[in-house]
Protein backbone atom coordinates (compact mmCIF):
# COMPACT_ATOMS: atom_id res chain seq x y z
CA UNK A 1 0.00 0.00 0.00
CA UNK A 2 1.56 3.53 -1.00
CA UNK A 3 1.35 5.94 1.90
CA UNK A 4 -0.45 9.30 1.34
CA UNK A 5 1.66 12.59 0.50
CA UNK A 6 1.03 14.35 4.00
CA UNK A 7 2.78 17.80 4.55
CA UNK A 8 2.87 19.85 7.99
CA UNK A 9 1.26 23.41 7.12
CA UNK A 10 3.96 24.81 9.73
CA UNK A 11 6.52 24.11 7.37
CA UNK A 12 5.35 25.11 3.83
CA UNK A 13 6.77 28.22 2.31
CA UNK A 14 8.77 30.96 4.28
CA UNK A 15 8.52 29.72 7.92
CA UNK A 16 11.57 32.48 8.55
CA UNK A 17 11.33 36.35 9.34
CA UNK A 18 10.83 38.70 6.58
CA UNK A 19 13.51 41.34 5.74
CA UNK A 20 12.39 44.80 6.37
CA UNK A 21 11.99 46.62 2.77
CA UNK A 22 9.84 49.19 1.69
CA UNK A 23 8.30 50.34 -2.01
CA UNK A 24 6.45 53.66 -2.11
CA UNK A 25 3.78 54.52 -4.52
CA UNK A 26 3.59 52.08 -7.31
CA UNK A 27 4.42 48.30 -5.55
CA UNK A 28 5.87 45.50 -7.70
CA UNK A 29 5.43 41.88 -6.91
CA UNK A 30 8.76 41.46 -8.93
CA UNK A 31 10.79 43.38 -6.39
CA UNK A 32 9.92 41.73 -3.21
CA UNK A 33 12.06 39.31 -1.43
CA UNK A 34 10.81 36.66 -0.97
CA UNK A 35 8.59 37.20 -4.09
CA UNK A 36 4.96 35.57 -3.27
CA UNK A 37 4.10 32.37 -4.60
CA UNK A 38 1.40 32.52 -6.63
CA UNK A 39 0.85 29.12 -7.64
CA UNK A 40 3.18 30.11 -10.95
CA UNK A 41 5.04 26.69 -10.87
CA UNK A 42 2.35 24.56 -8.76
CA UNK A 43 -1.31 25.22 -9.51
CA UNK A 44 -2.54 22.61 -11.88
CA UNK A 45 -5.80 22.96 -13.38
CA UNK A 46 -9.05 20.69 -14.43
CA UNK A 47 -11.09 22.74 -16.52
CA UNK A 48 -13.94 23.69 -13.62
CA UNK A 49 -14.59 27.34 -14.89
CA UNK A 50 -13.96 26.34 -18.49
CA UNK A 51 -14.78 29.01 -20.93
CA UNK A 52 -15.54 31.28 -17.94
CA UNK A 53 -15.34 35.14 -18.50
CA UNK A 54 -13.57 36.80 -15.41
CA UNK A 55 -13.54 40.39 -14.66
CA UNK A 56 -10.41 40.29 -11.79
CA UNK A 57 -9.86 43.44 -10.09
CA UNK A 58 -6.40 44.35 -8.48
CA UNK A 59 -5.00 41.14 -10.61
CA UNK A 60 -1.73 42.30 -10.88
CA UNK A 61 0.10 40.63 -7.91
CA UNK A 62 -1.11 39.10 -4.68
CA UNK A 63 -3.83 37.55 -4.49
CA UNK A 64 -5.32 38.50 -7.59
CA UNK A 65 -2.65 37.31 -9.12
CA UNK A 66 -2.98 33.87 -7.89
CA UNK A 67 -6.61 33.84 -8.68
CA UNK A 68 -5.95 34.87 -12.03
CA UNK A 69 -3.14 31.99 -12.91
CA UNK A 70 -5.56 29.42 -11.14
CA UNK A 71 -8.90 30.62 -13.40
CA UNK A 72 -6.51 30.23 -16.64
CA UNK A 73 -5.76 27.21 -15.67
CA UNK A 74 -9.18 25.84 -15.22
CA UNK A 75 -10.29 27.29 -18.81
CA UNK A 76 -11.28 30.80 -17.84
CA UNK A 77 -10.62 34.07 -19.92
CA UNK A 78 -9.85 37.06 -18.19
CA UNK A 79 -9.80 40.53 -18.25
CA UNK A 80 -7.32 41.88 -15.89
CA UNK A 81 -7.64 45.18 -14.01
CA UNK A 82 -4.45 46.90 -12.23
CA UNK A 83 -3.25 50.08 -11.23
CA UNK A 84 -1.62 52.04 -14.27
CA UNK A 85 2.44 51.91 -13.57
CA UNK A 86 2.39 48.52 -12.57
CA UNK A 87 2.08 47.42 -16.25
CA UNK A 88 5.72 44.68 -15.50
CA UNK A 89 3.81 42.66 -12.78
CA UNK A 90 0.59 42.69 -15.33
CA UNK A 91 2.33 41.62 -18.35
CA UNK A 92 3.90 38.46 -16.43
CA UNK A 93 0.27 37.51 -15.20
CA UNK A 94 -0.39 37.75 -18.77
CA UNK A 95 2.12 35.47 -19.89
CA UNK A 96 1.21 32.92 -17.04
CA UNK A 97 -2.95 33.40 -18.68
CA UNK A 98 -1.45 32.84 -22.53
CA UNK A 99 0.36 30.24 -21.76
CA UNK A 100 -1.99 28.04 -20.33
CA UNK A 101 -4.08 28.80 -23.94
CA UNK A 102 -6.87 31.73 -22.17
CA UNK A 103 -7.71 35.16 -23.65
CA UNK A 104 -6.67 37.55 -21.00
CA UNK A 105 -7.31 41.67 -21.68
CA UNK A 106 -5.29 44.62 -19.59
CA UNK A 107 -7.04 46.85 -18.17
CA UNK A 108 -5.04 49.77 -16.53
CA UNK A 109 -7.36 51.43 -14.50
CA UNK A 110 -6.68 53.89 -11.07
CA UNK A 111 -9.70 52.70 -8.81
CA UNK A 112 -9.81 56.09 -6.62
CA UNK A 113 -11.41 57.61 -9.58
CA UNK A 114 -15.10 57.49 -9.77
CA UNK A 115 -15.05 56.96 -13.89
CA UNK A 116 -13.40 53.51 -13.68
CA UNK A 117 -15.68 50.89 -12.28
CA UNK A 118 -18.22 51.67 -15.04
CA UNK A 119 -15.48 52.00 -17.53
CA UNK A 120 -13.96 48.13 -16.43
CA UNK A 121 -16.98 46.83 -16.57
CA UNK A 122 -18.13 47.89 -19.97
CA UNK A 123 -14.16 47.15 -21.42
CA UNK A 124 -14.82 43.45 -19.80
CA UNK A 125 -17.86 42.41 -21.24
CA UNK A 126 -16.72 44.18 -24.72
CA UNK A 127 -13.41 42.13 -25.00
CA UNK A 128 -14.44 38.96 -23.14
CA UNK A 129 -17.84 38.84 -25.27
CA UNK A 130 -19.73 38.23 -22.10
CA UNK A 131 -19.28 38.13 -18.05
CA UNK A 132 -20.47 35.80 -15.86
CA UNK A 133 -17.82 36.10 -13.06
CA UNK A 134 -16.58 39.03 -10.94
CA UNK A 135 -13.40 38.98 -8.76
CA UNK A 136 -13.03 42.09 -6.71
CA UNK A 137 -9.73 42.08 -5.06
CA UNK A 138 -8.32 45.55 -5.41
CA UNK A 139 -7.30 47.33 -1.89
CA UNK A 140 -5.20 50.11 -0.38
CA UNK A 141 -3.54 49.97 2.93
CA UNK A 142 -2.29 52.62 4.78
CA UNK A 143 -0.89 51.85 8.25
CA UNK A 144 -0.44 54.27 11.17
CA UNK A 145 0.24 54.71 14.79
CA UNK A 146 -1.71 57.03 16.49
CA UNK A 147 -5.31 58.44 14.96
CA UNK A 148 -4.10 61.63 14.61
CA UNK A 149 -1.90 60.81 11.45
CA UNK A 150 -4.29 59.81 9.46
CA UNK A 151 -5.45 62.10 6.75
CA UNK A 152 -9.21 62.40 5.82
CA UNK A 153 -8.28 62.66 2.15
CA UNK A 154 -6.38 58.83 2.29
CA UNK A 155 -8.95 57.54 4.49
CA UNK A 156 -11.37 58.58 1.46
CA UNK A 157 -8.88 57.44 -1.30
CA UNK A 158 -8.99 54.17 1.16
CA UNK A 159 -13.48 53.56 0.89
CA UNK A 160 -13.07 54.36 -2.19
CA UNK A 161 -11.14 51.95 -3.65
CA UNK A 162 -11.68 48.85 -1.09
CA UNK A 163 -15.53 49.82 -1.08
CA UNK A 164 -16.83 52.28 -2.92
CA UNK A 165 -15.60 51.04 -6.27
CA UNK A 166 -16.43 47.13 -5.13
CA UNK A 167 -19.69 48.53 -5.08
CA UNK A 168 -19.75 50.58 -8.31
CA UNK A 169 -18.54 47.77 -10.51
CA UNK A 170 -21.04 45.42 -9.22
CA UNK A 171 -23.97 47.97 -10.22
CA UNK A 172 -22.06 48.53 -13.27
CA UNK A 173 -22.10 44.54 -13.85
CA UNK A 174 -25.29 44.09 -12.88
CA UNK A 175 -27.26 43.76 -16.05
CA UNK A 176 -24.81 41.95 -17.79
CA UNK A 177 -24.45 38.57 -15.00
CA UNK A 178 -26.11 35.88 -16.69
CA UNK A 179 -27.70 33.09 -14.15
CA UNK A 180 -25.32 30.68 -12.79
CA UNK A 181 -22.96 33.61 -12.51
CA UNK A 182 -20.96 34.62 -9.01
CA UNK A 183 -19.29 37.50 -7.52
CA UNK A 184 -16.50 36.59 -5.41
CA UNK A 185 -15.35 39.89 -2.56
CA UNK A 186 -12.35 39.79 -1.13
CA UNK A 187 -12.49 41.01 2.79
CA UNK A 188 -10.25 40.60 5.49
CA UNK A 189 -9.47 39.25 9.13
CA UNK A 190 -9.36 42.75 10.04
CA UNK A 191 -12.97 43.12 9.44
CA UNK A 192 -13.72 40.60 12.04
CA UNK A 193 -10.08 41.51 14.85
CA UNK A 194 -9.15 45.00 13.52
CA UNK A 195 -5.80 46.07 14.01
CA UNK A 196 -5.55 49.60 15.97
CA UNK A 197 -3.19 50.72 13.10
CA UNK A 198 -5.51 49.89 10.46
CA UNK A 199 -8.46 52.12 11.12
CA UNK A 200 -9.79 52.94 7.88
CA UNK A 201 -8.59 49.32 6.13
CA UNK A 202 -10.12 47.39 8.75
CA UNK A 203 -13.65 49.72 8.67
CA UNK A 204 -13.50 48.87 4.79
CA UNK A 205 -13.19 45.18 5.17
CA UNK A 206 -15.99 45.01 7.84
CA UNK A 207 -18.36 46.78 5.33
CA UNK A 208 -17.23 44.32 2.18
CA UNK A 209 -17.96 41.56 4.29
CA UNK A 210 -21.72 42.74 5.56
CA UNK A 211 -22.21 43.73 1.52
CA UNK A 212 -21.41 40.35 0.75
CA UNK A 213 -23.92 38.76 2.73
CA UNK A 214 -26.77 41.59 2.03
CA UNK A 215 -25.63 40.92 -1.90
CA UNK A 216 -26.30 37.40 -1.39
CA UNK A 217 -29.75 38.17 -0.63
CA UNK A 218 -30.16 40.20 -3.63
CA UNK A 219 -28.86 38.39 -5.66
CA UNK A 220 -30.29 34.89 -4.86
CA UNK A 221 -33.33 35.74 -6.53
CA UNK A 222 -31.55 36.12 -10.30
CA UNK A 223 -29.57 32.87 -10.21
CA UNK A 224 -26.16 34.59 -8.85
CA UNK A 225 -24.31 33.62 -6.30
CA UNK A 226 -22.33 36.31 -3.73
CA UNK A 227 -19.65 35.21 -1.51
CA UNK A 228 -16.48 36.34 0.43
CA UNK A 229 -13.19 35.16 1.55
CA UNK A 230 -11.28 36.79 4.24
CA UNK A 231 -7.43 36.29 4.14
CA UNK A 232 -5.06 37.01 6.28
CA UNK A 233 -1.77 37.39 7.23
CA UNK A 234 -0.70 36.63 2.98
CA UNK A 235 2.63 37.82 2.01
CA UNK A 236 1.42 40.38 -0.96
CA UNK A 237 2.78 43.61 -2.31
CA UNK A 238 0.20 45.23 0.03
CA UNK A 239 2.31 45.00 2.99
CA UNK A 240 5.25 46.72 1.73
CA UNK A 241 3.70 50.06 0.48
CA UNK A 242 3.05 51.95 4.09
CA UNK A 243 0.89 48.88 4.66
CA UNK A 244 2.77 48.00 8.23
CA UNK A 245 4.39 50.09 10.79
CA UNK A 246 8.05 50.24 10.85
CA UNK A 247 9.59 47.80 11.83
CA UNK A 248 6.85 45.29 12.13
CA UNK A 249 7.10 43.62 8.46
CA UNK A 250 9.75 40.81 9.80
CA UNK A 251 7.71 39.18 12.00
CA UNK A 252 4.29 39.40 9.51
CA UNK A 253 2.50 37.04 10.42
CA UNK A 254 4.04 34.99 12.92
CA UNK A 255 1.26 35.70 15.12
CA UNK A 256 -1.16 33.51 13.13
CA UNK A 257 -1.77 30.15 15.08
CA UNK A 258 -0.17 28.80 12.06
CA UNK A 259 3.23 30.44 13.19
CA UNK A 260 3.66 31.92 9.67
CA UNK A 261 2.15 34.18 6.51
CA UNK A 262 0.24 32.64 4.08
CA UNK A 263 1.16 32.85 0.52
CA UNK A 264 -1.47 33.62 -2.30
CA UNK A 265 -1.61 30.22 -3.68
CA UNK A 266 -2.61 28.77 -0.39
CA UNK A 267 -5.84 31.00 -1.47
CA UNK A 268 -6.57 30.44 -4.84
CA UNK A 269 -8.24 26.89 -5.41
CA UNK A 270 -10.91 28.14 -2.67
CA UNK A 271 -11.90 31.25 -5.58
CA UNK A 272 -11.52 28.33 -7.48
CA UNK A 273 -14.53 26.20 -5.99
CA UNK A 274 -16.71 29.38 -5.28
CA UNK A 275 -16.86 30.68 -8.59
CA UNK A 276 -17.33 26.75 -9.38
CA UNK A 277 -21.15 25.14 -10.22
CA UNK A 278 -19.52 22.93 -7.31
CA UNK A 279 -20.70 25.80 -5.12
CA UNK A 280 -23.95 25.74 -6.48
CA UNK A 281 -25.51 25.75 -2.96
CA UNK A 282 -23.07 28.34 -1.80
CA UNK A 283 -24.10 32.18 -1.20
CA UNK A 284 -23.66 35.20 1.22
CA UNK A 285 -21.11 33.07 2.75
CA UNK A 286 -17.48 34.73 4.11
CA UNK A 287 -14.65 31.75 4.10
CA UNK A 288 -11.75 32.19 6.45
CA UNK A 289 -8.41 31.72 4.99
CA UNK A 290 -6.03 33.33 8.21
CA UNK A 291 -3.59 30.62 9.12
CA UNK A 292 -5.88 29.70 12.51
CA UNK A 293 -7.35 33.49 13.09
CA UNK A 294 -10.60 33.14 13.98
CA UNK A 295 -13.04 35.49 11.33
CA UNK A 296 -16.82 36.02 13.43
CA UNK A 297 -19.67 38.10 12.12
Known amino acids: MTDPKLVNPRKLFNTKEFLEQKQTGLTLQNKMSPKPDCGEESYVGNSRLLNRRVLITGGDSGIGRAVAIAFAREGADIALNFLPGEEDDAKEVADFIEKAGRKVYLLPYDLKKASSPKRIVEEAYEKLGGLDTLVLNAAQQIAHEKLADYQIEDVKET ?63 KGIRVNAIA ?33 PVELSPLYVYLASNEASYVTGQIFGVTGGKRINL
Open 159 to 221: FQVNVISLFAVIQAAEKYLPEGGCIINTTSVQAFDPAPHLLDYAGTKSAIANLTISLGKYFVT
Open 231 to 263: PGPIWTPLQLNLGHLKGQLKGFGQDAPMGRAGQ
